[in-house]
């Protein structure tokens, strides 16, 4: 080699090394121009304030080539959004850019059609691509304030603050989570956990088709009675319902907080939070993991309740529709009226409390019931009404379900939940009338009871029972002048007759 090849050489390796560093400190930056590219060697965009990264990347025992965007501020590589999920890159030749009209695409180098774009709808004389500090990418049109298209309106497997879960009722447009298929695979998964906008709007988590878990709907501080994506030090969730949207999204209690709500690949619904201290992701909540929270586990009109065991029980007026197997612990053909009616029928509401309220796929919200009794009303004019709840913090309406009652979750004394009122035949509700021998001459206590075989009393409280008085006359009467036909047990008070 002469001299001059190598001070030439030398030149151009100094000039190559120049020109990475001119590129790479080119691309420690925010944004892309339409006449940029951002190649897959460790090129990426980094948000103003160091908050999020955006670049090529590949999941763990993958060499598929992805464009994802991590937290930045966290060690451990966490994708919260990636582009091309169903077009993997099998090389490091990628490139993304954004077209002349805004198009946000990745392209094999040098081949014109691109692995993966955005489709943006509207076309911008002047689009920029930027990567925000609150992990949004965005395009937009020059200064203005409006975004072409952004990341947060195509949700992944995670939702982090501004990221919604929910429907735009204007344009249609749903926001869901959909899981990974596996660690090593971002691609579209079985999972998906979307929000079921009919009646009282609910979160529901499906494999396929199948519903597997549903949140129950919003009581305006958490989902379906339950405590566990309530308020709490690490998150604030949001939900919105109105003519516009209905979302459910959340916010870090504050701006030092990392954290993120994720369906993950088997189908698992988290809320993480990133431990520095630890240097990890920690758990905080997890959504669907009690026995009950399996969709229609007892089967139509079964209550499940965690503090029971066995889980599953016909509520009061029901009765297991195969006993054989409900005793057997296969829940699955649930519960049948003990008393069945019909629309001929006269029938009553009896009132089950703390509930996570049944499906809603049949139901419908009246706002222009005012009154419980209204509301009452509105079910027993239809005949395929079976119950109905009035419901004070959800909505100020009538809810009303048809058919069978699928999913109910029964929370324990110190739980939260809902009423609802249960269509039974009128003859479920016998008032028993226990009148005592000793004060028979002048009141009787009487009381209505929804089982007679659950009723339980001691008479030290019989002058205490805070209880309709019948009138001696009309009890007398009532009983057909205490028939034995009509005398149906003895009570501590005496015998108690029906009232006819
Ligand atoms: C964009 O459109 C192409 C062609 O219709 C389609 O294959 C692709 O899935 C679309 N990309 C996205 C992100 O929707
Ligand atoms: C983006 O690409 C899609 C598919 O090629 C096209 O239909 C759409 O008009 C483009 N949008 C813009 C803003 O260029
Ligand atoms: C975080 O919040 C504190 C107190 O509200 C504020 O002083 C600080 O500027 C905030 N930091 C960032 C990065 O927003
Ligand atoms: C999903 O989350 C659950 C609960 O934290 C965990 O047991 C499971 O391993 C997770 N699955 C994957 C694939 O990470
Ligand atoms: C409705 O139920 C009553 C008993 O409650 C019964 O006598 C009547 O036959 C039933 N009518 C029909 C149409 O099933
Ligand atoms: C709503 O309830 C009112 C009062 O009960 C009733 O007149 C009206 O028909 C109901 N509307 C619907 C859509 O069911
Ligand atoms: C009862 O309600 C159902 C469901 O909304 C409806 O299909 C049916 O027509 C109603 N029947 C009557 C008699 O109003
Ligand atoms: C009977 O009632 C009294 C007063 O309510 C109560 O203190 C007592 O424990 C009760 N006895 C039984 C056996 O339930």
Known sequence: ???????????????????????????????????????????????????????FFSPLNSNNRYIGIWFKTIPQQTVYWVANRDNPLTDSSGVLMITATGNVTILRNQASSPVWSSNSSTTSNNPILQ???????IVKDGDSENYVWQSFDHPFDTMIPGVKLGLNLQTGKNWFLNSWKSLEDPSTGDYTYKIDPQGLPQLVLRRGTEILFRSGPWDGIRFGGDDRLEQNSVFDPIFVDNDEFIYYTFENTDNTTISRFVLNQSGVIQHLSWNQRRGEWVVIAIVQTARCEEYALCGPNGFCNMNKDPVCYCPSGFVPKVPEDWNALNWFDGCVEKTSWNCSSATKFRKYSKLKLPDNSEFLVNNSVRNRMECEQACLNNCSCVAYTYAGTLVTGCVVWFGSLIDIREFGQDGFGQDLYVRLAASEFVIYCYVTRKRAQRKSPAQEVNNPNEFHHNNSDEDDMDLPLFDWQMVESATNHFAFTNKIGEGGFGPVYRIV
């Open 1 to 55: 080699m002469t001299s001059s090849m190598e001070s030439r050489l030398s030149i151009s390796t100094c000039f190559i090394t120049l020109f990475f560093f001119l590129l790479k400190s080119l691309f420690a930056i925010d944004t892309i121009p339409p006449n940029q590219i951002l190649r897959d060697n460790g090129q990426t965009l980094v948000s103003a304030g160091g908050q999020f990264e955006l670049g």
């Open 131 to 137: 990567l925000l500090d609150t992990g949004n990418l």
